[in-house]
């Protein structure tokens, strides 16, 4: 996202901010990102629903606290959300639960490798289900999202050398596990 | 998850709603902490008056008692 596009929507905030009825633009927009992250944690749908509405709803009735920070505005909102999930599973005091999609993995792996066959992809969903949770919140954000350390950071509270930290140490897990020469920021 | 699967849970206006619900609230809530505060200085007030005014009539009722003592009857 472009300075001129963070914004632009800082200036749909600020209207937002006088007429809550604009936030409509900002719901639009944002809606099945933020309903696609919180789902991949939860893995059911009402559930998501309920968390996504939560999530819009703090949005708006916190917007006069926002301020610029130089992150886009969906920075805001998936902190907000998992904020929501870290809430929703405290309360229940169930197991986080990560659900990954086989189909995107597939993608993902199309844009690098075209020697990923269906066994492989099967090994490496196993692999993420045996990954600390707080390595694959970080993991979900950077490939799945494709967010900047920054704004990981941001997200999920912790310090821009932290979330390269979690990353880098599951990308050599992963390296290791399948015997990889993975080149990533410039790093092999 | 598809699209459409998604659109089906957007609501909008019912998020607006319980916003509104929320502000009118938080609102409600902003007057009543008002009316304690408001309340609880007029408390004070009627304390510190009453404790004044009672002070001032023992102050009287002292002085009343110093002048009578410092002049028994047949000193003079």
């Given at each position: ?63 006069n606290r ?66 600390p949770t ?55 | ?76």
């Amino acid at each position: 996202m472009t300075e001129v596009e963070i914004r632009e929507e800082y200036q749909l905030v600020e209207l937002a901010k006088k007429n809550s009825k604009a936030f409509g633009t900002l719901y639009e927009k944002y809606f099945d990102r933020i309903f696609n992250y919180i789902y991949r944690q939860t893995d059911d749908e009402d559930l998501t629903a309920d968390l996504c509405s939560q999530t819009f709803l703090n949005a708006l009735n916190n917007l006069n606290r926002f301020e610029f920070r130089g992150l886009p505005l969906s920075a805001w909102f998936y902190r907000i959300a998992a904020n929501e999930v870290n809430k929703h599973y405290r309360k229940k005091k169930t197991d986080r639960v990560f659900s990954i999609e086989e189909v995107r993995v597939k993608e993902l792996m199309d844009q690098g490798h075209e020697g990923w066959d269906e066994e492989l992809v099967k090994q490496l969903l196993g692999f993420l289900k045996e990954l600390p949770t707080e390595m694959l919140e970080v993991l979900e954000l950077r490939f799945f999202e494709d967010k900047d350390f920054k704004e990981i950071a941001f997200i999920l509270d912790i310090t821009e050398s932290g979330a390269k930290m979690r990353t880098y140490r599951a990308l050599d897990r992963l390296r290791k596990q399948f015997n990889l020469s993975i080149k990533y920021d410039g790093k092999k | 998850m598809s699209a459409g699967n998604i659109a089906r849970h957007r609501n909008y206006g019912d998020i607006i709603e319980r916003h509104e619900r929320d502000q009118k609230w938080k609102r409600m809530f902003r007057v009543f902490i008002y009316f304690l505060i408001v309340a609880f200085l007029s408390i004070i007030l009627v304390i510190v008056v009453r404790w004044e005014k009672r002070k001032q009539v023992k102050a009287v009722a002292q002085s009343n008692l110093v002048t009578y003592s410092a002049f028994p009857p047949g000193l003079l």
